[in-house]
């Protein structure tokens, strides 16, 4: 079991910066893929970026360049790094730790981007 707490969210003018953390508790945290999501209103779920144990990365087509995960394995966090943010970035962002067959969420955390 993997309890995630996510914190850093918050309301950011256009071409602003934010940073997301998402805090891990329960289980071997490096054995985990870690990922962020995020689901705009009336929107599907989507893959922002996600994390191997050994710090291999993917991003979504819409971030790529402008947002960096990475993560803390000693302190068992996960971070995001979004920078040059757009309003169409305005989501419910949420910390997702995958292990095999299992995923486990965090609450979200709110982040919109003011035009």
């Known amino acids: 079991q993997v309890q995630l707490v996510e914190s850093g969210g918050g309301l950011v003018q256009f071409g602003g910066s934010l940073r997301l953390s998402c805090a891990a508790s329960?289980?071997?945290?490096?054995?985990?893929?870690m990922g962020w999501y995020r689901q705009a209103p009336g929107k599907q779920r989507e893959l922002v970026a996600r994390i191997t144990g050994f710090g291999r990365t993917v991003y979504g087509d819409s971030v790529m360049g402008r947002f960096t995960i990475s993560r803390d394995n000693t302190g068992n966090t996960v971070f995001l790094q979004m920078n040059s943010l757009k309003p169409e970035d305005t989501a419910v962002y949420y910390c997702?730790?995958?292990?095999?067959?299992?995923?486990?969420w965090g609450q979200g955390t709110q982040v919109t981007v003011s035009s």
């Open positions: 329960g289980s071997i945290f490096s054995n985990y893929v």
């Open positions: 997702n730790a995958h292990l095999s067959f299992a995923d486990y």
